[in-house]
């Protein structure tokens, strides 16, 4: 899964060394804000997840970002939407 430090630093050449913006790191930079649970060890229930999804958004708009939360109590399958905040 994504959380092996070889795709961590993929992740982190391909975008965010490309000009792009982790809008919710940005906003809650020390909260680890799991994004997926897996079910067969019931990760849910202990909150022992990976943060596999992300709101990036480009260098020249990240200020228009007043938050960006992600939204644990949606159970909707193994991953929880993220909710971006913008300001236009």
């Known amino acids: 899964?994504?959380?092996r430090e070889?795709?961590?630093?993929?992740?982190?050449?391909?975008f965010l060394s490309n000009g792009f913006v982790d809008a919710f790191r940005k906003q809650h930079p020390n909260v680890v804000g799991y994004t997926y649970w897996g079910y067969r060890?019931?990760?849910?229930?202990?909150?022992?997840?990976w943060r596999l999804d992300y709101f990036l958004v480009s260098e020249s708009i990240a200020d228009n970002v007043h938050d960006s939360y992600i939204v644990p109590?949606?159970?909707g399958g193994d991953h929880c939407p993220?909710?971006?905040?913008?300001?236009?």
């Open 82 to 88: 993220l909710r971006p905040v913008l300001e236009l």
């Open 73 to 75: 109590d949606v159970n």
């Open 41 to 49: 060890h019931g990760g849910r229930k202990t909150n022992k997840g």
């Open 1 to 3: 899964m994504f959380p």
């Open 6 to 14: 070889e795709e961590r630093k993929s992740f982190g050449s391909n």
